[in-house]
Each structure stands twice: as structure tokens, then as C-alpha cells.
């Protein structure tokens, strides 16, 4: 069965530097999302792409956060600089066009520690 | 390992017996409803879904319910199995967006 791609599984980082993640969704997924989630925590939408667009990064901190799908296929979510209160899962996504026939599939994520 | 839901609500079952998730839903708008299970360390897992136009759904050892008059969803297990134990979480939204509710500990026990 095809799955999203996430790299890499851990990441332990000091505050103030900066991290990436890199996110490899489903062949043929035009939607990606990147999610965060604290722990005991639902995941939260940070930045949703359709194909190489933009389409909802109302929940970005872009003072810090920066997300990037250049060519619609994989992606990049960015922390510079890191703070204590990112540590978090950091979650990939993504779906197929037709919504109603393509839930939303996630990948095993980042586990991302500041300290 | 690690886990996901410290601080979760927490439900015990009997391996064999039919388990009962509960989510109560925000948005009276949404159209799209969603269970995941997310194992310790993992992602979430897409288990049955079900669109506002129906009140069930069944899948495989599961089924879905929707109250639309109350905001409630809810995931029933039959049978349930020790690799059933995870976080459940419901998500509510639109073809486009969704959000997740806080999570449900299942705890199988033999």
C-alpha cells in the first residue's frame, strides 16, 4: 500500500537553530498538508498545498515557519529559529483530488525535540 | 515507547467485547466526518469515514454513526482485539479542511 513519506523520524535540536523536514506524499496526491501535534493532542493544520499553491496557511506562525512544494510533489516545512515550544510531532498528509473518494493519509511524521 | 495521549480520556475493554468511541463535533457545518487510530509513535490511521448525507456507516469490524441533530459521532469496534488498543481520534470539516478532536485512549485488556 503507498504511503507518505516523512523524513526524518527524530530530530533533537537546540533553541534558536534551524530544522527541516521533508515530506514525500502519495504518487499522484495533488493535496498535501503539514500538521503539527502536541502530545495528547489532536493534530492542528499548519499550511495546506494544492499542487505547488498555497491554499491555507492561516495557522502558520510565518515569523518562523515556512513551507515549500515547488514542483506539487514533495515538500519542505522549515522552523527558523527553533523555540522550546515546537517540540512536537510534525505530521504529513495528503489526499487525491476527489475528496469523497480519497480521505486524507498521513505519514509516521517527525518527532521534533528543542531544547 | 513513547505515548500519544497522556492525558486523554481513556477507555478499557474487554478483548472479545464491542467498544463504543464518542466524539461530539463543533462545526454544524461540516459535511465530512472521519475516524482515525493512531498507535504509539506512528501517524494517524484512516479507519471509515462518512459523509452528512448518511447517519451509518459500516466497514470492517467497524461502524460509524452520526447524529447530526446533536453533533455527535461515534465508532463502534465489534470483537474488539489487543491490536486495537491506540488513540482514536474523530475529525470533522469539508472536502477541503479538516479538524481533529482531542482523542480517545482504547485500551484492550485480555
Known amino acids: 500500500e503507498a504511503e507518505v513519506a516523512q523524513s526524518p523520524r527524530y530530530k533533537i535540536t537546540e533553541k534558536s537553530q534551524a530544522v527541516a523536514f521533508w515530506c514525500d506524499p502519495i504518487s499522484g496526491h495533488a493535496t498535501l498538508y503539514w500538521y503539527r501535534q502536541i502530545l495528547g493532542q489532536g493534530p492542528e493544520l499548519l499550511v495546506q498545498f494544492q499542487d505547488e499553491s498555497v491554499v491555507d496557511d492561516s495557522q502558520l506562525p510565518k515569523d518562523r515557519f515556512s513551507a515549500e512544494r515547488l514542483k506539487g510533489v514533495d515538500s519542505t516545512l522549515k522552523i527558523q529559529p527553533a523555540e522550546l515550544g515546537d517540540s512536537a510531532m510534525y505530521l504529513c498528509?495528503?489526499?487525491?483530488?476527489?475528496?469523497?473518494?480519497?480521505?486524507?493519509?498521513f505519514g509516521n511524521g517527525t518527532r521534533l525535540t528543542v531544547t | 515507547g513513547e505515548s500519544v495521549g497522556l492525558h486523554l480520556p481513556t477507555l478499557s475493554v474487554q478483548e472479545g467485547d464491542n467498544s463504543i468511541i464518542n466524539c461530539a463535533y463543533s462545526n454544524s457545518a461540516s459535511d465530512y466526518f472521519i475516524w482515525y487510530k493512531q498507535e504509539s509513535g506512528k501517524g494517524p490511521q484512516f479507519i471509515i469515514d462518512i459523509r452528512s448525507n448518511m447517519d451509518k456507516r459500516q466497514g470492517q469490524r467497524v461502524t460509524v454513526l452520526l447524529n447530526k441533530t446533536v453533533k455527535h459521532l461515534s465508532l463502534q469496534i465489534a470483537a474488539t482485539q489487543p491490536g486495537d488498543s491506540a488513540v482514536y481520534f474523530c475529525?470533522?470539516?469539508?472536502?477541503?479542511?479538516?479538524?481533529f478532536g482531542s482523542g480517545t485512549q482504547l485500551t484492550v485488556l485480555p
Open positions: 475529525a470533522w470539516g469539508s472536502a477541503r479542511q479538516l479538524t
Open positions: 498528509a495528503s489526499s487525491g483530488r476527489d475528496r469523497a473518494n480519497s480521505p486524507l493519509h
